[in-house]
DNA sequence: AATGAATGAGTTTTCATTCAT
DNA sequence: TATGAATGAAAACTCATTCAT
């Protein structure tokens, strides 16, 4: 389902949705340009005609899905931003929203995982994608002016670093290279933690950088 | 050029070369998907029809590259895995030869970041991925076992933290949304080690993993 | 506006007139085969399905056009044939009819013109055309009768002839290739039945045929 | 069959004059916007692809098809144009060019007739249809300033009576109103020039232009 | 080895028409 | 009457692949 971050209301656009989701699972089974937009249609339950009533292209219910993920990504985001908790935490509270989100809807995931490399075009055209990275970057940042992390290390190359991790552990879920279940995704979500905010503990010696 | 780790000998096989090398430049300019066998036929300035007579299909081609690429990057990773040197300098070897591939020819690397995800059928065919992903798992088990990394991290998860780390550095450059320089991939190197090598450093208390 | 030759009550059929006179803009201005149903429905301000509770197709839209148009123009064709007054005079006043259209409703003459020649299906259904045609070829023939003009050219070919002429002026008008104004249109009258009537005049050494 | 007015070479390019010739032969019998380019193919005996190996769409080989014939028209009446014999022998002669055409070529003649004036914008690309246009006008001009035609009369206008006449005979052979063979063919061209000259005789009183 | 004409399956998209409301 | 969501046939066009030369 889409949007299981945030619920959505279904009212008055039903069928849009339905699609939406249809979508979703169509992209994540035989990828984006593998599959033919009547696929869609079949799997909704409509007719293929019936996309381009709510969706200018297939490429525009891409972007959609898009859109409407990383804009649920972002507002958590901006959730755990605004709280008080030390920055560990609040990196803890992002890892754990991307990792369940995997656990919640694999399919969402997955397409996302996979297209978001595709196209450079689709991710300069969403750009709740940069803003969650900028959240993050902002985090590192705070963590940095509260001592909590050292200052000798790029806070944009840190959030790259992180969801880097994050972004590879989901991939290996998508790809089944890396083994899944609830005791997993906690582990991960604590691994990934314990490795970025440990590199990025202030009590080291300084880097050479 | 493709190749550009090992050199490869273009004796007897100049036109398949030419057009391997072609195809890295437009499936890095326009996308695998995106591009046609003409588009590379016309980059390598032969007819299309030739491309048939190196290749069995255009699928071919881009696993080629894949092969070819991971194959490289997979001997670089064993030279340096049967080193002496302590896990920190061997990651930071292997840190090396990646970021600094793009540096090297960054067409290459901006194909194969962007279509590594996009099937799992080439990852799963081009079992030197995970080879590699291997050999940094087998650096951080080895780590654990001097000593120089603590015991309580999953070295597979771990090696996903860094493989994951330099992937998004790598897109971020490909993308455009990172900074790129000699003197930017130096520092995103150092990062990255120092990151994930603090991370994994043992003298902090147990995680609560 | 539709029905300018003969107007038309619009008791009891307002939007149905709407529709049409929407529809000879539309079809002015994209062509038939190029517009839309949804363009017709939009420029009338109604919704499309509304179309099909007034017309059976698109198809029929068109034909309704063609029948009143020249259902007008064959009336107001009969009504001159009825005078007494001298053939010249009354193909004058069927060209008067004709280009006088042009003035007062250049979109309609631009269908009708560019449409007509499009289907013979057409043609054939909206008999009213050959009706038209056969009046001027009977206003010839008792020019004939009363010497007024030379018997030995077919009338039928003469009043093809005559259409043509007409036709090709209108033809100028719609596609900008002929200047268009109340003084041009003045002229084009006058000189084709100047040349079409000179050209029947019986004082010439009888032609070859 | 194509360029019946001159013969062209088929050197080198048999497969797009085929092509060209099955497009005439359909676009007579269905109509252009009616058929679709796999009727064409089939009828030219080639695969619907390679249509687009000669022609970049279905229009494009519309467009094709006029300014070959026009340019074919244009030549011929260039040809007469540049004779020393009277304008009306060189109106004949262009007359007898485009109504022969018609006994060479119908399905020729029934494209150019019937979508001729389906788009203004092919009557704008096809700059030869003017230049027909303006020879003929020219043509009168000429005969005006030999004291053969009268001067009161607007030569432009006066050309467009001309080619309207022919193309409404034309028209009438197309949609089979009109009575067609060899002596129809000769008695039409005869009646055009008859009328269209003897209207345009010096010997009459100057119209009230 | 090399060419590029020829093929045709496959895909997106359009749009006239229907129909439940 | 009036709406516009829903349908699905149809069509243009693409492009990987083959093959005669």
């Not at 995982?113 to 055209?125: D, T």
């Not at 940042?141 to 944009?156: A, I, K, N, S, T």
Request: charged residues 35%; proline residues 2%.
């Amino acid at each position: 389902m889409l949007s299981t971050l945030t619920e959505r209301s279904n009212g008055g656009e039903d069928k849009r949705r339905l699609i939406l989701e249809a979508a979703v699972r169509v992209f994540a089974q035989k990828g984006f340009h593998t599959c033919r937009v009547g696929d869609i249609a079949e799997e909704a339950g409509v007719a293929h005609g019936l996309l381009y009533h709510y969706f200018r292209s297939k490429d525009e219910v891409l972007e959609c899905i898009f859109k409407e993920t990383w804009s649920d990504i972002l507002a958590a985001a901006r959730m755990i931003e605004e709280t008080d908790e030390p920055a560990r935490d609040r990196l803890s509270g992002i890892a754990k929203i991307l990792l369940r989100a995997w656990r919640r809807d694999p399919d969402l995931v997955r397409v996302v995982v996979r297209e978001v490399a595709r196209s450079p075009e689709l991710q300069r055209r969403v750009s709740d994608v940069h803003a969650a990275f900028a959240a993050v970057e902002r985090i590192i940042v705070r963590g940095q002016e509260d001592g909590e992390f050292r200052r000798d290390v790029d806070p944009r190359l840190a959030s790259f670093v992180f969801y880097g991790a994050l972004e590879e552990i989901l991939t290996g879920w998508v790809l089944g290279t890396l083994d899944e279940g609830d005791e997993e995704i906690a582990r991960a979500e604590q691994t990934v933690v314990e490795i970025v905010c440990g590199g990025l503990a202030p009590d080291r010696q300084a880097a050479e950088v």
